[in-house]
């Protein structure tokens, strides 16, 4: 019995260094140690012993026990810490390696522009307000002024939803909506996305934008349009730009101009930015036609008002000296980083 003993001592000590992991640590101590284990086994059959031989055996028994026990417990401890070490290496993150930083992103010259606009006409006590982009064709040409037969219909290539609902072609239904909605002195700026069947090309885009201009009060005249607009033009450009008011023709104004803005490119003397002009257009204005007023309910007697549509894109690229206008859409980050 003492032979059979020590061998299972010899037996686990061998098993136990050679255990590859917790598993198979645990199998030994059900093998050894287990109620059905094999020292188990053998202290089941101490009772066939002698008195003398009993205390001996008992002793020696457990004896190995406790060595097995304590050499179970060292190597779980071991199996456990080599896991732990490996867990580690495996998950180490060197937080001394140099990031990938993300490219931040800009903000888009239209809005820049279109952000400077808001601020200069806010400073001069304008409201900025909105109008839907689908639009009536009461709004966008009837209550303007252009009847169901009127010619410049056909100037604005409309795109109609349907006989009656369309993409505004401009942003002066806005002047409408704000003149049904509040009564004088009005001063607000309407800027926003007009939509126009045009054909891509390096000076059209069927979206664009366009910001609106209303002021209405008693004693309105064209010195206050040219006052606003001059203002407007040398705070965005600097002192030194000189704009030109034309006569023009616009259904819902009159007397009607457009604003040229003389060519920061070549001073006049006309390039390839201005097309040889000297002259950029960057809006219509005029007089708030008597009409007009009337249909929203003001009286024209009493009141009179300046109107104005500037181009925002046209703005933009003779701000940049961008000349094409695709660029402003397209998204090539190496353009848009520049700004
Ligand atoms: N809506 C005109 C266009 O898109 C621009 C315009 C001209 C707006 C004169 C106005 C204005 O408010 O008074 O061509």
Not at 200 to 214: K, M, R, Y
Not at 245 to 271: I, N
Not at 298 to 306: A, K, L, Q, T, V
Request: hydrophobic share 40%.
């Amino acid at each position: 019995m003492k032979a059979a003993l020590e061998a299972i001592r010899a037996a686990a000590h061998q098993q136990l260094q050679q255990a590859k992991d917790l598993r198979e640590l645990d199998d030994l101590r059900v093998r050894f140690l287990g109620k059905k284990g094999e020292l188990t086994a053998i202290l089941k059959r101490m009772g066939s012993l002698s008195a003398e031989e009993r205390p001996v055996i008992g002793q020696l028994a457990n004896q190995i026990r406790e060595s097995v026990e304590g050499e179970l417990a060292a190597r779980t401890q071991a199996l456990k810490a080599a896991l732990q070490a490996e867990r580690l290496r495996a998950e180490a993150i060197d937080v001394t390696m140099p990031g990938t930083a993300p490219a931040p992103g800009r903000q888009h010259p239209l809005s820049i522009v279109l952000d400077e606009m808001k601020e200069i006409f806010l400073g001069m006590g304008f409201d900025v307000v909105q109008g839907p982009e689908v639009e009536t064709d009461y709004y966008n040409f009837e209550a303007l002024n252009l009847p169901k037969d009127h010619p410049a219909r056909d100037t604005q290539d409309t795109f109609y939803i349907s006989e009656n609902i369309l993409l505004r072609t401009q942003t002066s239904p806005v002047q409408i909506r704000t003149m049904e909605e509040r009564k004088p002195p009005i001063r607000i700026i309407a800027p926003g996305r007009v939509y126009r069947s045009d054909a891509v090309d390096a000076t059209h885009s069927p979206i664009f934008h366009q910001i609106e201009g209303l002021v209405v009060d008693r004693g309105i005249t064209m010195a206050d349009l040219k006052g606003c607009l001059e203002t407007i033009v040398k705070r965005l450009y600097g002192e030194k730009a000189v704009v030109r008011f034309r006569p023009h023709h616009f259904p819902f104004t009159e007397p009607s101009a457009e604003v040229d803005l003389q060519c920061f490119a070549c001073h006049g003397q006309g390039c390839r930015i201005c097309k040889g002009e000297g002259w950029i257009e960057i809006l219509g204005c005029g007089m708030v036609h008597p009409k007009v007023l009337s249909i929203c309910g003001i009286d024209p007697e009493e009141y009179s008002g300046f109107a104005f549509g500037i181009g925002l894109e046209r703005l933009v690229m003779g701000r940049y000296g961008i000349d094409d206008m695709r660029l402003l859409y397209e998204n090539d980050v190496r353009f848009l980083a520049q700004f």
